[in-house]
């Protein structure tokens, strides 16, 4: 069969590549202006990162907690950077963790301020790992602070981990568990008269669901529930612990909640201090006369002594390594997975094999640690990357992955023929199973007066999605996807010692936290990243090793681009960041269009975990 991308493809690539433009266009709307911004930025030195004595680090973590950053354009990120409080911005979990451990080592840090009103996404494991992290912090001494006007259940996570959170006394805390609902397409697709052809191999395979049906299906409804339910037991065991509030108590049924608030004359704020979700309620005033007594007053005479998380980061920047050593090689798997070469914060086929391939040919790097948080994507490209994999092993350099919040479906495809695997215990994996999809627009087109007709050599050769699917087209893809699944269940079988009826109990698409699949045979171990890096350091017999992050190098340009640009972010004013509402639409219907562009896969078929994504 001719492959050919699919009208689908084609009209959401096109629509992709217009609004990419005009976004270009109003982006550069401002372009001369910064041009002179650059120069009075050239001429003016940086003002001297100074760490006064007793002082509080503040963690204003704003964005989203990530493995590694998305590329983005250096005039895109310039504008980013002039805006301190940017939503949409990406926090490197190594830096966070990086920040922590140095100020446990500072004499002149006594305190962590957790500023987190503005932290938009992370994932228990990655927030799990910065608590731990709080914890040694806190084991040497010093005090961890949370101060809020409000907490969301995310941010209240993090936040729990902390010896005092400050709520402000109009503020609320939102504890309100766990849920996954969805938008159902079929009765929409009808009246439009678009097939959606789906193909799959797993009873629990739902990411097709939304074009075949109205509703969740109950076996799609049973699985949730129990992945969302050991979820919670995660999350509401650890916030109880560090609070040592019963689980029971962090989510409120309707007769106690009204009860408490009857109790509290109606104030959310007061609600929370009773039920020991906080510690104090106080005004902003407050709380920076309650930083003061503690670490004292700044050199301004207006705030307390701090320094804030990307100056602190500034200043201990590690220093480049000249004399390279025996390292563990790190190579980052983040995002959808994609054919071809992806640029940062996505897996690529071709970029991602070629990083797992550098790291094999580096006489230096003696190990592998492949950190995978990625619901998966392209079959083709999965199995790309793998075979990359298992060269590393064949060259005598052991592969251990470290799965970050998931590593499911190609995910785990990628994942499976490691040496040695480590889940955190909310680890979203598994997700065994496979689906091709693809739309034909044939009576949508014949409704509004438009045909296809012709003649063609064989019946392939008339594949289009102005044409409709044959029974006997249909017929093969569902043996390719079938052919698909076999092939999956007989990899983790094989990588795993497990029969294929073993697999077959727990695949079906079925997705398990890290803490079920240790006990189902699919982790050998729950640990983080570190814990990986000194099993690939144990496995390839290094005392004395350092760390290497393997990634795609800048060219000379982009590091001079990025270097200027970077010099200029604090001369941005914030309305040119703000002020272009249609701006802020395109991104917004961009990162929709994302998810039609991961349907790459060059033979349809799909390693993908959309129950990863709620």
């Not at 129990?226 to 049924?253: H, M």
Request: hydrophobic share 45%; aromatic share 8%.
């Amino acid at each position: 069969m001719a492959d050919k991308p699919s009208f689908l493809k084609k009209m959401f690539t096109l629509i992709g590549k217009v609004i990419n433009g005009i976004r270009l266009v109003i982006v550069n709307l401002v372009f001369f202006s910064v041009l002179a911004i650059i120069f009075v930025a050239l001429m003016v030195g940086e003002d001297e990162i100074i760490v006064e004595d007793n002082s509080a680090l503040v963690l204003d973590l704003t964005g989203h907690i990530v493995d590694q950053k998305r590329y983005v354009d250096p005039f895109e990120a310039i504008l980013q950077q002039s805006n301190n409080n940017n939503p949409d911005g990406e926090i490197l979990l190594a830096d966070i963790l990086y920040v922590i451990q140095n100020a446990t080592q500072d004499t002149r840090i006594q305190a962590i301020v957790l500023d987190l009103a503005q932290l938009r996404s992370a994932g228990i494991s990655k927030m799990t790992a910065i608590g731990e992290a709080l914890n040694e912090f806190r084991d040497a001494g010093k005090k961890v602070i949370a101060k809020g006007n409000n907490y969301n259940q995310q941010q209240y996570f993090l936040a729990s981990y902390a010896d005092t959170i400050y709520l402000n006394p109009q503020g609320s805390v939102s504890l309100d568990g766990l849920s996954r609902y969805r938008l159902f397409y079929k009765s929409a697709l009808d009246k439009l008269k678009i097939d959606m052809h789906v193909f799959r191999v797993g009873t629990y395979k739902s990411a097709v669901e939304p074009f075949i049906r109205d509703d969740m299906s109950d076996d799609d409804k049973q699985a949730s529930d129990q992945l969302l339910g050991d979820l919670w037991q995660s999350y509401s065991q650890t916030v109880g612990a560090n609070r040592n509030v019963p689980a029971d108590d962090l989510v409120l049924e309707h007769e106690r909640f009204m009860a408490e608030l009857d109790k509290a004359e109606g104030e959310f704020a007061v609600v929370a201090k009773n039920m020991h979700w906080v510690d104090e309620l106080v005004s902003a005033e407050a709380f920076r006369n309650a930083m003061i007594e503690m670490v004292g007053v700044s050199n301004d005479g207006e705030s307390y002594k701090h320094i804030a998380f990307n100056d602190y980061l500034k200043l201990n920047a590690k220093l480049p390594t000249f004399v390279e050593t025996d390292s563990v090689g790190v190579v980052v798997a983040k995002g959808n997975i994609l054919n071809g070469k992806q640029p940062a914060g996505q897996i690529g086929g071709d970029s991602t094999s070629a990083l797992l391939k550098q790291a094999r040919f580096n006489p230096n790097i003696k190990a592998v640690v492949l950190r995978v948080d990625s619901p998966g994507g392209s079959a083709f490209a999965s199995e790309q990357i793998r075979q990359e994999v298992l060269a590393l092993k064949e060259a005598g350099k052991p592969v251990v992955v470290s799965m970050g919040s998931y590593a499911a479906s190609g995910g785990y495809w990628i994942s499976a023929s490691a040496d040695f695997i480590y889940a955190t215990p909310t680890t979203l994996t598994g997700s065994i199973g496979i689906f091709g999809m693809f739309a034909t627009f044939d009576k949508a087109l014949s409704h509004i007066g438009v045909n296809s007709d012709g003649v063609a050599t064989s019946e392939w050769a008339g594949l289009s999605a102005a044409r409709p699917l044959s029974d006997n087209v249909k017929s093969v893809i569902q043996r390719h996807i079938e052919k698909g699944y076999l092939n999956f269940i007989s990899l983790v079988a094989n990588e795993r010692e497990m029969t294929l009826e073993q697999v077959d109990a727990i695949a079906q698409g079925r997705v398990w936290t890290g803490k079920r699949a240790l006990q189902l045979g699919l982790v050998d171990e729950l640990g983080d990243i570190d814990q990986a890096v000194a099993k690939a350091a144990e496995l390839a017999n290094m005392d004395k090793f350092d760390t290497k992050l393997v990634e795609e190098p800048l060219s000379p340009e982009q590091v001079f681009v990025q270097q200027l640009m970077g010099a200029t972010a604090e001369f941005i004013p914030p309305s040119f960041v703000n002020s272009s509402i249609a701006s802020q639409m395109l991104n917004q219907f961009g990162s929709a269009l994302e998810q039609f562009a991961m349907f790459d896969d060059p033979n349809h078929a799909y390693l993908y975990c959309e129950a990863c994504n709620f």
